[in-house]
């Protein structure tokens, strides 16, 4: 059963930076691909950014492209998203995911951590 959980949420001022961390299990980060959500309240989980296994290609929804980057550390099962230049719209709880397989959706989740921008 994949396990994920999230880190390193908190509050920051426009224009600040933070990093979130996703822990898994085994070897889940090794072999699935992986992405960030994110939801804000009243709206729909969005597909900010995923990583694939093999090449380790990094995709990023426009919304956050050329503030965020996604990278993963298979030898800690660890997939981190640099979140820089923060802007209020920034503001939700985000989940990570894998996805087992390329006809699949992400399927797995963890509890969320919540990233609040404001001043």
């Known amino acids: 059963q994949v396990q994920l959980v999230e880190s390193g949420g908190g509050m920051v001022q426009p224009g600040g930076s933070l990093t979130l961390t996703c822990a898994s299990n085994a070897n889940i980060v090794a072999v699935y691909a992986m992405g960030w959500y994110r939801q804000a309240p009243g709206k729909q989980r969005e597909l900010v950014a995923w990583i694939t296994t093999g090449g380790g290609w990094d995709n990023y929804a426009d919304s956050v492209k050329g503030r965020c980057t996604i990278s993963r550390d298979t030898t800690r099962n660890t997939v981190t998203l640099q979140m820089n230049s923060l802007k209020p719209e920034d503001t939700a709880v985000y989940y990570c995911?894998?996805?087992?397989?390329?006809?699949?959706?992400?399927?797995?989740w963890g509890q969320g951590t919540q990233v609040t921008v404001s001043s």
């Open positions: 995911a894998s996805r087992p397989s390329a006809y699949s959706d992400f399927d797995s």
